[in-house]
């Protein structure tokens, strides 16, 4: 729609030019007043090139702008949420972590105590993973 809009204007404003030379004098003189107001006559259209929006084409605009304020609002409540459900892990981490710490240090102690059967278990899961 807008490749129309200027297309039409382009060949409005090539009808007008020929019609401001037609009336002027010879093709070989200059005229100041005829070329201010062709200067005119270009900077008049190309604006209007420049604000002229169809109704059409300014409600797919607003269509499309709430479209993507509508993402926007989504997406930054998506981020919320999951910044909210990472603090709450890492609060939950913070309170088990001491106890967890704990254990592991337990296990490992227990696990290493008898260093013959440690061996035999480490050498047996390597074979395993093979």
Do not use: H
């Not at 604000?51 to 607003?62: A, I, P, S």
């Not at 998506?78 to 337990?106: C, G, H, S, Y």
Request: glycine share 2%; aromatic share 10%; with cysteine.
């Amino acid at each position: 729609m807008e490749l129309l809009t200027i297309c039409v204007i382009y060949k409005w404003k090539k009808q007008f030019r020929y019609l401001l030379e037609s009336k002027g004098k010879k093709p070989g003189i200059i005229n100041e007043e005829n070329n201010d107001s062709k200067r005119l006559v270009g900077e008049n259209t190309n604006r209007a090139t420049l604000n002229y929006t169809t109704r059409d084409f300014y409600n797919e605009k607003l269509e499309e702008i709430k479209e993507k304020k509508k993402f926007c609002k989504t997406y930054i409540e998506d981020l919320v949420k999951e910044a909210t459900e990472i603090n709450m892990k890492n609060e939950a981490l913070q309170k088990l972590w001491p106890q967890m710490f704990i254990e592991l240090v337990r296990d490992a102690v227990i696990e290493i105590r008898n260093k013959n059967s440690y061996m035999k278990l480490c050498l047996q899961q390597i074979t395993d993973q093979k």
